[in-house]
């Protein structure tokens, strides 16, 4: 008896290590994104992504806190309405706010020399996605 419970609670707890351990692509990832976030998001949604970047002052409203986009979604990480609202293929519900359609806009400050033609590359923003979802509370 003692055997199969030590056997069911290794096996356990390999489960959740392996559950909680990230990928070296994961990784890769979440750092490409950060890199991005950094160029494009955090002079509005502030270095950590709780809102308050130093270029959102004065534009009436605080940007929405990124970090807790799971917390108001019950727990889940809202990856495609992130990802359209970002892309400006959503309404929005104020449509003179101060956030880019980045779908129009490209990714200026990660090209700033054209790069790839002030595009969003879906792998930019697969990775973009990949630090958000890294950085909730």
């Known amino acids: 008896m003692l055997i199969r419970s030590l056997a069911?609670?290794?096996t356990c707890i390999a489960l959740f290590a392996g559950?909680?351990?990230?990928?070296?692509?994961?990784?890769?990832?979440?750092?490409?994104?950060?890199?991005i976030y950094v160029k494009e998001c955090?002079?509005?949604?502030?270095?950590?992504?709780?809102?308050g970047g130093e270029a959102s002052l004065g534009l009436g409203e605080t940007p929405p806190?990124?970090?807790?986009?799971?917390?108001?979604?019950?727990g889940v990480f809202p990856r495609e309405f992130v990802r359209r609202f970002v892309l400006g293929l959503i309404d929005k519900t104020?449509?003179?706010?101060?956030?880019?359609?980045?779908?129009?806009?490209?990714?200026?400050?990660?090209?700033p020399k054209g790069g790839a033609d002030g595009e969003v590359l879906e792998a930019d923003f697969a990775d973009l996605l990949e630090y958000l979802e890294s950085i909730q509370k």
């Open 8 to 10: 069911l609670t290794t």
């Open 19 to 35: 559950c909680a351990t990230l990928s070296n692509d994961q990784r890769e990832a979440i750092k490409r994104g950060q890199g």
């Open 42 to 51: 955090a002079q509005c949604h502030g270095p950590t992504g709780a809102g």
């Open 65 to 74: 806190d990124l970090t807790r986009l799971s917390e108001r979604n019950d």
């Open 94 to 111: 104020n449509p003179d706010a101060a956030m880019p359609e980045f779908a129009k806009v490209g990714l200026a400050h990660v090209y």
